[in-house]
């Protein structure tokens, strides 16, 4: 028996950091607190309780700060494993566009916010440079791949837009040198959640223990229905009242 963690493992880590850190964001944040109602917010974080909430929505997007780094871990980790590489970028795709009115509800409130995207968008832009870096040697080429990739991120602000990028070609490039690999990853962690303490660096802890096997359970598609499912019932929890304490 293999010791350590499996793809799968991690994956479901990673899928865990999402939900804690979007029922922060949505649910907390964004319901009980009514954070995008200045008077309001003002007026609930004054008392006891809504102190108590302040907290408990940090401490959920604290634990949040670990899923990026997991999932650009394991997004260079398949790509480099897939027989196809083409099909797999594009089903990231699909997934970011179907998820982007489930983000848009549960973090605006709108089902079309053209401002932000969601971060799968952003796990696409890097398996677009990874393709590029692939299918050729040419230094001026993958350098300007990698320009491009973090320019679109940036124009079309996906989240964690060009930290994110070079987060995902970080794990690509230095996938052979383990400690290559985690300093360039905590250094990026670190710059991209500087406001959250770093805490984002902690996300290397399960990381290592990654044993490099996918893992018995087949878990292919569950991270593409969950994300937009988990958007989606958290806007409803919301909307329902359960989250505004209403």
């Known amino acids: 028996m293999a010791h350590g963690l499996t793809g799968n493992q991690l994956k479901l880590i990673g899928m865990a950091a999402i939900l804690m850190d979007n029922i922060g964001a949505v649910v907390i944040q964004g319901g009980?607190?009514?954070s995008t109602n200045r008077a309001m917010y003002e007026t609930i974080i004054a008392t006891s309780s809504g102190h108590m909430w302040v907290v408990a929505g940090q401490v959920c997007r604290y634990c949040g700060r670990l899923a990026f780094p997991i999932f650009a871990f394991l997004v260079a980790e398949e790509f480099v494993r897939a027989r196809n590489r083409w099909g797999y970028t594009m089903r990231m795709l699909a997934?970011?566009?179907?998820?982007e009115i489930p983000f848009d509800l549960a973090v605006y409130h709108t089902p079309f916010y053209f401002h932000y995207q969601n971060m799968l968008f952003t796990l696409f832009l890097g398996m677009m440079?990874?393709?590029?870096?692939?299918h050729t040697r040419n230094t001026a080429a993958r350098g300007a791949a990698l320009v491009a990739g973090c320019v679109l991120s940036w124009a079309i602000q996906?989240?964690?837009n060009v930290v994110g990028i070079l987060l995902i070609v970080t794990m690509y490039w230095f996938r052979h040198n383990d400690i290559a690999q985690l300093a360039g990853g905590i250094v990026l962690c670190a710059v991209e959640s500087v406001s959250y303490y770093c805490i984002s660096a902690l996300a290397y802890v399960p990381i290592v223990l990654y044993n490099g096997r996918r893992g018995a359970m087949q878990l292919k598609y569950l991270f593409y229905v969950f994300y937009p499912a988990h958007l989606i019932l958290l806007y409803g929890i919301v909307r329902l009242g359960i989250g505004t304490g209403s």
């Not at 997934?95 to 998820?99: D, K, L, P, R, Y």
């Not at 440079?129 to 692939?134: D, I, L, P, R, S």
Request: hydrophobic residues 70%.
């Open 32 to 34: 009980i607190l009514h």
């Open 95 to 99: 997934f970011a566009v179907i998820s």
């Open 129 to 134: 440079v990874m393709m590029v870096m692939e």
């Open 158 to 160: 996906a989240d964690y």
